[in-house]
């Protein structure tokens, strides 16, 4: 396993790096959020139209679906940066999750719903998890059958996150094959408000909104199955867990900032508790699986970039080691704090409470180390 990390970003991706940070630093104001996170689960986060406005919601779409072409690193710029800011907008669901699988559609679906969505206009949720089996990738009990003109859904489909404010859904039904199978799986786009569709809607622990759908004998018509390549749902996976990553990274980042200053400003004993040699210690140890988090991000990153026949084993390290490492930083950050760390109006709690989301998301630990020593076989016997 190479890893380069050597994190080197173009004029381009340098003035989207600052643009992203001087703005969210500017105007994502923390108490502004938590009143979002807490409020009605109709109350939608406000900054959507101005993400659109700078171009982010273009940014991984190809130059023919009216995108700009971005690629890993400046998806990682970005979830990095909402890491940090603990950014609710659903850039993950409606942009590289309902997005991306609409990308895989033929002209016509791209041509309806690309545009809308880029502008900012139409947002998405992606339904693939199902009760009981959110931690398996390929489980779905969900079922697509074919007549001549249309297919009929039917199951239930658990946190799909983003759900309440969606008019488009982009979810996985079964095609043929049994329920783990990897193959025969469909990716179908459905307007939320066709007949047949229920949403119960809910807040998750993180500040989002999310709903368990039902479906009961939903009518689509041949043309909203978007792919049937199983090739192409783990790409849609795989660019959402490296995502999450790079947000994670971000807000450990944040997290150990936090940190440190507290702890150089909370005094005990007539001296900051900073100076105290074990809690030195264990902020050494939270840098260090921070910084091996980011470092094994940009290798992450590069080798996907370079399409290297490493990347799929890294993407499993990285996110391994990103659950580990989160794991550790905030178990620290909130010990260092005391009680006041998981109090609603003090930030640690909340970065707390995403990080252990994302913990869940697109695979755990268990999961990553059995595809890691997969792709470790794999890449060997090549």
Not at 78 to 105: N, W
Not at 199 to 228: F, H, K, P, Q, W
Request: a negative charge.
């Amino acid at each position: 396993m190479s890893l380069d990390s050597n994190q080197k970003l173009t004029d381009e991706q340098q003035m989207l790096s600052d643009m992203v940070s001087k703005y969210l630093s500017e105007t994502y104001d923390f108490d502004s959020r938590r009143k979002i996170a807490n409020g009605p689960v109709s109350v939608a986060p406000p900054h959507w139209k101005q993400f659109a406005e700078m171009g982010w919601l273009a940014m991984p779409f190809d130059e023919s679906d009216g995108g700009f072409n971005g690629g890993p690193k400046e998806i990682s710029i970005l979830f990095e940066a909402f890491g940090k800011h603990l950014v609710l907008e659903p850039y993950l669901e409606t942009i590289l999750l309902g997005g991306g699988a609409l990308s895989f559609g033929p002209e016509d679906i791209r041509r309806q719903y690309l545009p809308a969505i880029i502008a900012g206009d139409l947002q998405c949720a992606f339904a693939h998890h199902e009760p009981n089996h959110t931690a398996e990738r390929y489980y779905v009990g969900t079922t697509a059958l074919q007549s001549k003109d249309s297919w009929q859904l039917n199951g239930v489909k658990s946190i799909v996150s983003n759900a309440p404010h969606s008019g488009l859904l982009v979810l996985t039904a079964r095609i043929k094959g049994r329920k783990h199978d990897s193959d025969g799986i469909g990716l179908f786009v459905v307007d939320k408000n066709v007949r047949g569709v229920h949403c119960d809607d809910y807040l998750t622990i993180d500040g989002r909104r999310a709903s368990e759908i039902t479906l009961n004998e939903v009518e689509v018509e041949r043309g909203a199955l978007l792919t049937v390549d199983a090739g192409q749902l783990d790409t849609l996976l795989d660019r959402a867990c490296f995502a999450v990553c790079a947000e994670a990274v971000g807000a450990m980042s944040a997290l150990i900032s936090m940190t440190i200053d507290y702890c150089q400003q909370r005094k005990q004993f007539g001296q900051s508790i900073g100076s105290f040699q074990a809690l030195q210690h264990r902020m050494v140890d939270m840098y260090i699986a921070s910084e091996l988090s980011h470092s094994l991000l940009i290798a992450t990153t590069n080798a996907i970039a370079n399409a290297s026949d490493d990347r799929h084993r890294l993407l499993a390290a990285l996110k391994f080691r990103v659950d580990r490492s989160a794991r550790e930083i905030s178990y620290g950050a909130i010990q260092m704090h005391g009680g006041i760390a998981m109090t609603d109006e003090f930030k640690v709690g909340h970065y707390f409470k995403r990080l252990t989301v994302i913990s869940k998301q697109f695979g755990n630990a268990n999961f990553q180390l059995e595809r890691y020593r997969h792709y470790n076989v794999h890449n060997n016997h090549s």
